[in-house]
């Protein structure tokens, strides 16, 4: 029997209780021995919950119980995780999160901490929720020069993104149905201002290039300032505005932000709708590969957490070899980088075109006289920044997408 403790009995937290009921006899195969939780710690009380009696209040129940080599962290935050996943690490036991908050904060030096006590610290569900994406990262393409990491990567926002669009919802509505749904985090300022998306860039990106990528050099734009004429602009050129989380190798260094994109149909991030996350990663040998899934929710997540607790029960005093490095990778500015631009502008084409020079799909929604919509050339961020500040006839602005895709 394998004893494993759950730490935090929320939305994921109880997931992972009931995963590893539910599918207590295929684990058992694949590990070899049965997964037995037997402390659930948390702050409250569960009434009438069938794991009531595994509740406890007290983390050193679980730190000084000799038979538990498996820590599950689900309780999010900050301070009380870094300080009970440190302590669990030093007393020789594995720990297995969802807290991308957290990896993305101290992950180098709980990985470090881990090594060095002969256990592991491993965070499948941090990004993309039950998408397997950093086994992808740290086992399958080991024979690549990573290249690029775009994706949906939020699934509350990409929930609330998909309802404006489809369903003509508004922002609040489809917010609060994303929160009803366990999707959203503690804070949604964390998903609607796009710092989720940012820190999960922010973790794969570190894996993807091999060194420490923090998010405070991520550029970041949330979805709160988008509304339902952008998304009528947006389909009336034949795109969706997404929120893209992207990091990309280019000749003058690698980059990486975060902002609602508008993307165009021939991307396949464009069909990945509701709650789904999807990742492409492209490297030099293999090209673009993708994978795509639930990016939140209880049992989704609950998944990916249990395939680390199984891979950590596989290896209970050996730490699992992976490349990463705490050295820091100084981004390069995304103002270097070039695309094309979608703007909103007010007044005539003739206008734009003296502002911005050649520009196309010159779009005029109906309802909105005086007002136009229309792609740039490609140029450098910073030098299209510098012309839509230039001029009070620019009413807003969206990324439209990579280079080759103008
Ligand atoms: N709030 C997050 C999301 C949960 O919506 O994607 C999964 O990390």
Known sequence: MIEVAVMGYGTVGAGV????????????RRVGDRLHVKYILDLRDFPGDPNEGLITHDFNDILQDPDVSIVVETMGGLKAAYNFTKEALLAGKNVCTS??????????ELRTLADQNNVNYLFEASCGGGIPIIRVLNSSLTAEEIEEVTGILNGTTNYILTSMAEEGKDFDTALKEAQANGFAELHPEADVEGWDAC????????????RHISYRQIETEG??????????????????????????????G????VAPMMIGKENPLT???GVMNAVMVKGNAVGTTMYYGSGA???????AVVGDVIDAAKHLHVSIKSDYSAEELTLMPVGDVARSFFVRFKGLASDARKLFGEISDLTKLEGHDGEIGFLTEVMPEKDFKAKAASSDQVIKWFRRGKKEEK
């Not at 807290?99 to 180098?108: D, I, P, S, T, W």
């Not at 709160?224 to 969706?240: E, G, P, S």
């Not at 690698?254 to 932000?257: D, F, K, P």
Request: negative net charge.
């Open 271 to 273: 069909a990945v709708d």
């Open 297 to 303: 929710g209880s049992l989704p997540t609950a998944s």
């Open 254 to 257: 690698i980059w990486a932000s």
């Open 223 to 252: 979805i709160t300032d988008v509304d339902a004429v952008d998304i009528a602009y947006a389909r009336a050129i034949n795109t969706r505005i997404k929120l893209i989380a992207t990091s990309r190798r280019e000749e003058g």
């Open 17 to 28: 209780a009931e995963v590893i009921r539910m599918n207590a006899d295929a684990i058992a």
């Open 199 to 210: 820190r999960k860039i922010a973790i794969l990106s570190s894996l993807a290039y091999g």
């Open 99 to 108: 807290n991308k908050e957290l990896v993305a904060e101290y992950g180098v």
